[in-house]
């Protein structure tokens, strides 16, 4: 079962979800990014995101680093 669909599920059930690192990349994080920011399952206000893989390695293939912060215009 795919993310979309378990949160789909979840959202259907009354249950908060939440999204995590597993040490990916900076392009798996983005990714995560993108999901935490556009289903509504995934309540970080409750159960704050673990957005951390790219911390943890020395070089990444983004070009840029990622800026990630709380969503409301500041970064952490």
Aim: charged content about 10%; some cysteine; glycine content about 14%.
């Amino acid at each position: 079962m795919g993310t979309l669909e378990i949160a789909h599920v979840a959202q259907a059930a009354g249950v908060a979800c939440s999204i995590g690192s597993n040490l990916e990349l900076g392009i798996g994080t983005a990714a995560m990014l993108q999901i935490g920011a556009m289903l509504p399952a995934l309540d970080a206000e409750t159960y704050p995101c673990d957005l951390v893989g790219p911390v943890y390695h020395e070089s990444d293939l983004l070009t840029q680093p990622l800026v990630i912060g709380t969503g409301r215009g500041e970064s952490s």
